[in-house]
């Protein structure tokens, strides 16, 4: 049987106390990529065939317990009441345990850069016979990992480094934390863990010579060390927000989308990309962006919860807030601001504008410095501008307002009626001329002050 066609159940270790972080909130539901750590290992387990999860948080954690549900709402939540060890952590999700899925995947919630194929390759040779099988890496500083002790390819034990002797501190391949265990055996396994050791805690790594006293297999799974990141202060969180940016554009440029400079592109994980878009240097995704063929996002841009049509150009200095949707070849232009508003084909907003709850038509033309006065103080109301119609600058538009298509705004006008089609709307004090009034005035100012 392949490890597609077996159950898997993922058992997600998230009871980390995190007082490194020095913060209010628990370490797991920290973002990388504008995702909680804790999602990230959930979507990745997801996509790497796990049947069922079990998360296993620390007490009163009602947060955590919010964040898995709204990513996962089938997962099942265990609370760990004492952390008394990564294998006591294990044990807490029992109940899971007992149902004896085929696969048993360990992962730390804190350790978001583990990918779907690690996971596949952790749990293959369960498959293929064994009983246990470590997530392994050569580590450039193994002090603290766990050591892996191997004859072959067996996985003989695995030491931590407080129980370790000097012999056994020499070895440089360690223990990343992950583990896959055969579902059948994984609950009767672990329950043989004991906990007298250097830190008195029940090891999750002693399974692995339990697994051996009672005639199982144990193997390995050699992984680069960047997968094995973990987070438990800032730095580590900035280091994975690195390396994620790295993978996703990487991802984005594989896809056809050019990068000017990639390093300073900043991508949310669900940042989606049609063809040949180009994005210029300095421009962050918020979550929840997708930009189709042939956009071209221009430098200094931030976007988030926005939909750009092919073809449309954005910025430079242009900021989409959730709910703005660019219409094919539409055009943002800078220091423009859009939020839950939709410009049609062609438009153009080129300027210094702010349009906010408002659908403007295709081939509109909105002028620089024009606004949508779309909030009252206590409400929301809409602008909705037809197509080819064109807002002169500096105009206020005051929701609720339908200004017809075709129709015309004059510049500096605050408008507060509706416009029909092919309309021109004034709304603004009538221009006077006083001629010769500039001589006069300077001629009585130059007097009075000579005297
Ligand atoms: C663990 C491994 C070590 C490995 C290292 C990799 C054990 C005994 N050791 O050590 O071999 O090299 O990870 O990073 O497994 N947790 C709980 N409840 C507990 C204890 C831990 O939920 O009672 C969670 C933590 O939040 C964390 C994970 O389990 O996400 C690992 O715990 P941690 O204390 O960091 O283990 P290490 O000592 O680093
Ligand atoms: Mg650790």
Known sequence: MTSAARSCLAVVLAAGEGTRMKSA????????????????????????????????????????EKEVRGILPDARIFVQRERLGTGHAVLSARDALAAKPDDVIVAYADTPLVTTETFARLRAPLAEGAAVVAMAFEARNPSGYGRLITSGDDL?????????????????????????????????????????????????????????????????????????????????????????????????????????????????????????????????????????????????SHLEGARVASGAGIGPFARLRPGAVIGPKAKVGNFVELKNANLGAGAKVSHLTYLGDATIGAGANIGAGAITCNYDGFAKARVEIGEGAFVGSNSSLVAPLTIGEGAYVGSGSVVTENVPADALALGRGRQVVKEGWAARFREKAKAAKGQ
């Open 156 to 300: 003989l034990a695995i030491r931590e480094h407080k129980d370790a002797s000097e012999a056994e501190r020499a070895i440089t391949l360690c223990n990343g934390g992950l583990m896959a265990i055969r579902g059948d055996v994984a609950l009767t396994l672990l329950e043989r863990i004991g906990n007298s050791n250097a830190k008195g805690e029940y090891y999750l790594t002693d399974i692995v010579e339990i697994a051996r006293e009672a005639g199982y297999r144990a193997a390995i799974a050699v992984v680069p060390e960047e997968e094995v990141h973990g987070v438990n202060d800032r730095a580590q969180l900035a280091a994975a927000e690195r390396m994620i940016q790295e993978r996703l554009r990487e991802r984005a440029m594989a896809a056809g989308v050019t990068l000017v400079a990639p390093e300073t592109v900043f991508l949310s994980h669900d940042t989606t990309f049609g063809q040949d878009v180009v994005v210029e240097p300095h421009v962050v995704f918020g979550p929840d962006v997708v930009v189709e063929a042939g956009a071209t996002i221009h430098s200094f």
């Open 25 to 64: 909130k628990p370490k797991v539901l920290h973002h990388v990529a504008n995702r909680s750590l804790v999602g990230h290992v959930l979507a990745t387990l997801a996509e790497a065939g796990a049947t069922q999860t079990a998360v296993v948080i620390g007490p009163d954690r009602e947060d955590v």
